[in-house]
């Protein structure tokens, strides 16, 4: 290598780590006096200096002159580019969720929630810089606000403010995002998609009326926490907007005037016939909206009742050989109900029915009621008349006795005019233990039990795909190693690539 080459490979050292510098400065140290900065200007000087003297005989248009003109306002234009791109990145960011499942994606819950919203919400976060969820926060608020112009957020410093943090009563591990619409104020319970997306339904939609579970005749419990219990669904339904709670009909002559819905969950005792009657004579005057979960080993005394709304109930246990476990049947085929295939959502996922029973619509349905089935199982599934082969574990389909496959496992009722307020709205489930603690939150069944009280409540807008459970990995690093890994692989990395390239072309050019 002649001196003339090794000068123009010197110029070119000198300009790249003269970029390296600029970049260093602005990006990684903040500082222009910074030691890694002068040592890059230093290098910088002394490599196009080193370029000027080498070549300083050159002619003005001769071939070495030109090379290292060329050499020169290509590396500027390059590095130019690079920096007018990473200008362009930071001005106007914008990113693509490539995960299998979308986990970075808002929810089409959330998406519609968003649309829908009619009245201004005030968020207030009280997160600073300092805080761990931070940036996941900052990141996912301004999600939501490109889907609306009437949210309005704002951060609060906890450690500049000290005051609020006493005030508001805030703790490190308790609710620290609030928001208020108009007079009403919610405060998430974490920073996760589902707590927000609650928090804005909650404070922009408050309910009146109530969804009422039965009691008395060995329900699910609303406030049993154990794995038979209701209580996440419940909650689920509480974080949505709903208010709760339990009911005996049997202290009740008429049904109350708060009754949003009635929910039966698996009732071992029959209902009483004044019960009966309460539940039927709602249903009658096309007031009643009625969810029920029946198990295959009672019925609460409802078949007569469901059989006059058009649902079939047979005395079976699905057997579901695509399962694991013949005895849990799961849902793979749905009609195009709203509950399940809103023009919102996409066709939802399996559904999973520990030991249910057929809840199929009936050959006749009566009059003017409109009976759908919502869900089935496969085709390989049956529903077993033989109780007691199911004990011994040694069942098969036995044609013109067992039900044929697709089993319905879910059926829909409507009755009255769809335009009325008064419109009667039931949905029958042959199974109880899939909106259980135990069961809820596997495959579809969260999406599936919630979507059918938003549709029984007449609010289609609440029907679709709930925010996934998001499960994050954290590699945390100290000040100097994030310094470290910025130095290496926003500088050091393509700047050598940078330099490499350029003497490359620049020897093969002076041969």
Same mark, same amino acid.
């Given at each position: ?43 910088? &000087? ?99 606000? =490109? ?28 609710? =620290? ?37 039965? =009691? ?11 794995? =038979? ?14 208010? %709760? ?38 249903? &009658? ?67 999973? *029915? ?8 009936? %050959? ?74 135990? *069961? ?48 290496? &692989? ?13 003497? %490359? ?7």
């Amino acid at each position: 290598m002649n001196v003339k080459l090794m000068g123009r490979v010197a110029g070119m050292f000198g300009l790249v780590v003269l970029f390296s510098a600029v970049f260093n400065w602005l990006f990684v140290t903040g500082s222009i006096a910074a030691p890694a900065v002068l040592i890059r200007v230093a290098l910088a &000087a002394a490599g196009i200096g080193f370029w000027l003297v080498a070549t300083r005989d050159e002619k003005r248009l001769g071939r070495g002159a030109f090379f290292g003109t060329v050499s020169f306002v290509s590396t500027l234009v390059l590095v130019a580019a690079l920096v007018a791109v990473n200008y362009i990145a930071v001005k106007k960011p914008h990113s693509w969720d490539v995960t299998k499942e979308k986990i970075f994606t808002l929810s089409d819950q959330t998406v519609s929630t968003l649309h829908e919203l009619k009245v201004p919400v005030t968020i207030t976060a009280f997160f600073g810089p300092a805080d761990a969820e931070y940036n996941d926060l900052v990141a996912r608020l301004d999600q939501y606000k =490109r889907q609306t112009d009437k949210l309005t957020v704002e951060y609060v410093d906890p450690i500049k403010h000290p005051q609020v943090v006493q005030e508001k009563n805030l703790s490190q591990t308790g609710p =620290r995002v609030f928001f208020k619409s108009g007079p009403k104020e919610v405060r998430a319970k974490d920073t996760s998609e589902e707590a927000l997306t609650n928090c804005i339904i909650e404070a922009t939609k408050p309910a009146t009326k109530k969804v009422y579970f039965s =009691r008395g005749h060995g329900e699910a419990s609303i406030g049993d926490g154990q794995e =038979r219990g209701f209580k996440n669904f419940a909650d689920q339904l509480k974080n949505e907007g709903y208010l %709760v709670d339990e009911i005996l009909l049997a202290e009740h002559k008429t049904m109350p005037d708060d009754m949003l819905m009635l929910v039966i969950a698996g009732p071992e005792a029959n209902f009483q016939p004044g019960e009966l009657k309460l539940v039927n004579d709602w249903v &009658a005057n096309q007031t009643g909206r009625l969810i029920v979960m029946l198990n295959p080993s009672a019925d609460g005394a409802l078949t007569p009742s469901l059989e006059s709304w058009g649902i079939h109930t047979a005395k079976d246990i699905v057997v579901d050989p695509d399962s694991q476990s013949p005895e849990l049947a799961i849902a793979q085929q749905y009609t195009g109900h709203p509950i399940t295939n809103s023009n919102k959502s996409v066709q939802m996922a399996m559904t999973v *029915f520990p030991l249910a029973r057929t809840m199929a619509r009936a %050959v006749t349905p009566p009059t003017y009621w409109n009976v759908t089935e919502v869900a089935r199982t496969g085709r390989r599934a049956w529903g077993e008349m033989d109780a007691e082969s199911i004990k011994t574990g040694k069942v098969e389909f036995d044609a013109g006795t067992d039900i044929a496959g697709p089993v319905a496992l879910v059926t829909a009722v409507t009755h009255g005019d769809p335009t009325l307020a008064t419109e009667t709205r039931i949905v029958a489930f042959g199974n109880s233990t899939f909106a259980s603690n135990s *069961f809820l939150n596997i495959l579809g069944n969260r999406d599936l039990a919630s979507n059918t009280v938003a549709w029984v409540a007449k609010e289609e807008s609440r029907i679709s795909i709930r925010p996934k459970q998001r499960l994050s990995n954290h590699l945390y690093l100290t000040a100097e190693q994030k310094g470290r890994m910025t130095l290496f &692989a926003f500088d050091l990395l393509p700047f050598g690539l940078l330099f490499a390239g350029l003497v %490359v072309w620049q020897t093969r050019k002076s041969r």
